[in-house]
């Protein structure tokens, strides 16, 4: 089983962008479809993005379309998330999240990261 270790989160001005990483420790990387998740204060964590396990298909929440890009590079075991622009109601702890080929749940998390969109 793999396990997770986001970075990347910090502070950002609105309209600003930041790349969330997610590193995987672990064998066969490709057998997880990888996602991103986020939990904002007083909030149910939500989802965000997923891609597919070699990163041919991948899904978006609505209010993120078009703002963010999720993506993976199979060779480094590393998931990717590019948000811009950011706005205010992104702000949130971001987690990673890996679903093993043949389950329909995320049984592997990371730590989260804390993005903060602030003027």
């Known amino acids: 089983q793999v396990q997770l270790v986001e970075s990347g989160g910090g502070l950002v001005q609105p309209g600003g962008s930041l790349r969330l990483s997610c590193a995987a420790s672990g064998r066969y990387f490709t057998n997880y479809t990888m996602a991103w998740f986020r939990q904002a204060p007083g909030k149910e964590r939500e989802f965000v993005a997923a891609i597919s396990l070699y990163g041919t298909n991948a899904v978006y929440e609505d209010s993120v379309k078009g703002r963010f890009t999720i993506s993976r590079d199979n060779a480094k075991n590393t998931a990717y998330l590019q948000m811009n622009p950011l706005k205010p109601e992104d702000t949130a702890v971001y987690y990673c999240?890996?679903?093993?080929?043949?389950?329909?749940?995320?049984?592997?998390w990371g730590q989260g990261t804390q993005v903060t969109v602030s003027s």
């Open positions: 999240a890996a679903s093993e080929r043949g389950t329909t749940h995320y049984g592997v």
